[in-house]
Structures are given as C-alpha cells and as structure tokens.
C-alpha cells in the first residue's frame, strides 16, 4: 500500500489537542461510570431480577465478553474510520444500553440492555488512545495515556458513591435514567469539537478486505503486541473485578458496613489516579524496564491478597484498605500494555494492536467474574444471603491461578520481544535501553 503524502494542518500538544482530548476523555469518564455502575447495586439487582449469584455475575461477564470481542473488529474500524465516527457510535449504544436497563423488569432484558452497554464501551477507549497518539507528541503521549486512564476512574467514583446515594434516594428507574441522559450532552460536544487527525491526507488508513487477515496477521505475530496483551490481562484483572462486581460484597462479608465499603471503592479509585503519574513518568524515562515493573506490581498484589485472606477472623480495616489501595494500582500499570504496542508498531497498524492488547485484561476479568460466581453458587446455593466470609475468600482465592498464568506469560513474551526488536535492528534495541519509545523501522519508518 502506497502511503499518502502526509501535511499537518493543526499544531499537536497545543490548545486544539488539549480541546479534543477533553471530549474524548469525558466520553471516557462515562463510559468507565457505566461499565461500573453494577458494583454498588449488585445486591440490589439480584433482588430486582431474583437471580443467583451466577446469574448477577453474567451480566457482568456478558457486558466484558461483548467488550473483549469486539477489540479486534473496533481496532480494524478504527483504522478504517477514526476515532470521531467509532466514538459517537459507541455513546449511542451506550446511552440506549443504560436507558433499556433503567426499565428493564427481568433477566433476560437486563442482559440485553448490558449486551448494548459492552458493545458501545469497547469503541471509546481504544478511540481515545488514537487520539492521543496522533495529537500530542512523542513525549507527552505515555503521560497523556495514563492520565487519561486515571481521570477516567472518576467515573468509577461516580458509581461508588454519587449512583449509591442516588439509588437509595430516587430508586432504580430515576436513577439510570438520568445517567443515560449524560451522554445525549457529551454526543453534541463530541461532533462539534473532535476531529481525527492533525493532518491531511492520512486520517485513516484504506483497509481493503483482501488484506484485512494479512494485516490482522501481523499484529497479532508481532510478539510485542502479545507482550502487551499479557501485561494488560494479568495486572488488570484484579481491579476490575473488585470495582465492577465482588469487591463490594467481599468486603461486606468481612463486616464492612455498606457506606465504608462504597468509601473503599473510592479510596481505589483516588489510588488509581495519584499511580498513574508515577508509572507514566517510569515508563517515559526507562521504557526498556516497562513490563518488570508491571511484575513487580503484580507480586506486590498478588502478596497482599494473599495475606488477607489468610488472616484468621474477619480481616481488619487497616488491612482491607491496603488491600483495595495496592490492588488499584493494577488498574494503571495495565496501561504500559498499550505503550509498548506504540513501540512495536507503526501508526498504521495501532488501532488493530491496541485492540489486542485490550482483550486482554477483560478477558481475565469477564473469565474471573465468572468463576466467582460459579463457586459461589457452589459453596451457597441459596443465594446472597447465605454468603459466608469464608466462602467470599475461597471464591476470591481463584484470582490467583490467572495471575500464575498472566507471568509465566509476560515474562514469555518480555524475551521474545527483545529478540524480535534486535533481530530487527540492533541499534533499535539499544535505542529502547537509552530511554527511545519509538524505535526506527519498528514503530516509525525506517529512514530513507
């Protein structure tokens, strides 16, 4: 494919990018806000629709599996059309996926309504990553990313808290009703400020069908893009399900009232945020040491976890509390996976790559989800209100045979990756241990 002559027609990391980015990340917040709005409400549905616990946790998993899937195909439309149009598609089903569960009176609506809700979340983030690679500059783009990831959670907070209070006080309907309406606002900020690219003549890249699989093919052989899949499953996972749907109830189980629970769920979140700088400022300035910090992440959680629920009696606050705090920081570390799909492809193909490694922390978490709920289901078949500590803490302990897996993989793939860039370029490797993120012939065209 003959690539076009390229001419920016917008400065990048200036006034426009900082209003475009705005809009998108806003479209963001909410979708985040969405895709957690079930964590606080989880006992309150069950009870609305009658269900088990592994019935609440598949509206869950459904809502994730529907994300996951679609990665790949969004990362292939957002080549294709940019991340304007894909963006704007996605607040729509979105927005019609919470208003369809605001009313929704059985099971079976209520899935179908978190089916349109996975299906319109999973084109906002990857959309939003384009947006800030192609409107700031190479330096500010890793700072930019895990700010976005870390504003992001204020939707997170949104539904730890003021969806809480609001449940209590205006009841189901009301309640997701009015947050439905949020995104008819965002919809018209989006079309009248976001544009795709800076430049004229590239915006998208023309995918014919023919050559979709090759393409598709590349990314997915290129063991970076891998890397990061694995970096992303096994540090956010954990987060995920604890803020999306057992988090609340587990710490419930060890006789924390529901307002101190929400206030935890909160504390997550504030974490998540104050992380990201920190692993954005790592990742910029040693970017050759990128996926052993998200091992050292990992095996700090995965040690809390441990001890917590080793603890004899109902573990105390203190403990809990760190336990929520270290956990988030996975949340953040998962984005250095989308960082070093920067580094190992070119523009042309990042939407496809980023796509992939978005699977991956979604996929543990939906396959996480799940499992809970099945040995729930298992330990009390009754329901929620047989729900024992000790049966929270055996069902919760299955979170670590997807972290067991998730290293054994990234360190995998941490090595084949290396391999892959000096068998490439030499110099480009050496390039990554002086602190390059964009790497000659590997991530920018080679020079010619």
């Not at 409400?41 to 869950?60: D, K, M, N, P, Y």
């Not at 040693?286 to 700090?300: C, H, K, N």
């Not at 603890?311 to 070093?340: E, H, I, K, Q, R």
């Not at 302990?397 to 067991?404: A, K, N, R, T, Y």
């Amino acid at each position: 494919m003959t690539r076009p002559v390229l001419r920016q027609v917008h400065n990048i990391g200036r006034r426009r990018a900082w209003a475009i980015w705005a809009v998108g990340l806003s479209v963001y917040v909410l979708a985040v806000f969405h895709r957690t709005s079930l964590g606080v409400a989880g006992l309150l549905a069950a009870e609305r629709f009658h269900i088990s616990a592994a019935q609440l946790s598949t509206f869950t998993v459904v809502q994730l599996a529907v994300y996951a899937a679609m990665q790949i195909p969004v990362g292939v439309l957002l080549d294709r059309f940019g991340s304007k149009r894909l963006m704007l598609t996605g607040l729509v089903l979105m927005t019609a996926g919470q208003f369809w569960f605001a009313v929704a009176g059985t099971f079976e609506v209520g899935l179908a309504a978190r089916v349109l809700l996975g299906a319109g979340d999973a084109m906002v983030f990857t959309s939003l990553l384009r947006l800030v690679a192609l409107w700031f500059r190479v330096k500010q783009a890793p700072f930019i990313t895990q700010l976005s990831g870390m504003v992001g959670q204020l939707g997170a907070v949104a539904a730890a808290t003021p969806l809480a209070a609001a449940l209590a006080a205006f009841g189901w309907t009301r309640s997701y009703a009015t947050a439905a309406g949020l995104g008819v606002v965002l919809g018209v900020a989006l079309v009248l400020v976001v544009k795709d690219s800076p430049y004229r003549g590239e915006a998208v890249e023309r995918i014919k069908v023919r050559a979709l699989a090759r393409t598709l093919g590349e990314v997915w052989g290129n063991p970076g893009t891998r890397l990061g899949l694995w970096v992303h499953f096994t540090s956010q996972f954990g987060a995920t399900v604890f803020t999306m749907l057992w988090g609340y109830p587990f710490l419930v189980s060890e006789g924390v009232s529901p307002r101190t629970a929400s206030l935890v769920l909160v504390a997550m979140t504030l974490t998540a945020m104050a992380a990201g700088p920190v692993i954005a400022t790592f990742t910029a300035r040693l970017p050759y040491r990128r996926s052993q910090l998200v091992l050292g992440i990992v095996a700090v959680i995965a040690v809390t976890w441990a001890v917590t629920l080793l603890w004899p009696g109902p573990a105390p606050l203190w403990l809990l509390v760190v336990l929520a705090v270290v956990t988030a920081v996975g949340g953040p570390g998962s984005m250095v996976g989308f960082d070093l799909a920067r580094t190992f492809h070119p523009p042309t193909h990042l939407g496809r790559a980023t796509g992939v490694v978005n699977v991956g922390g979604f996929t543990a978490s939906l396959l996480c989800i799940a499992l809970i709920g099945v040995v729930l289901d298992r330990l009390a078949p009754g329901g929620p209100s047989e729900y024992t500590r000790d049966d929270f803490r055996l069902a919760m302990s299955v979170q670590f045979l997807f972290w067991g897996l998730g290293v054994v993989q990234l360190v995998r793939y941490r090595r084949k990756g290396l391999s892959h860039i000096e068998s490439i370029d030499p110099a480009a490797l050496d390039a990554l241990r002086a602190g390059e993120t964009l790497l000659p012939g590997i991530s920018t065209d080679p020079p010619r």
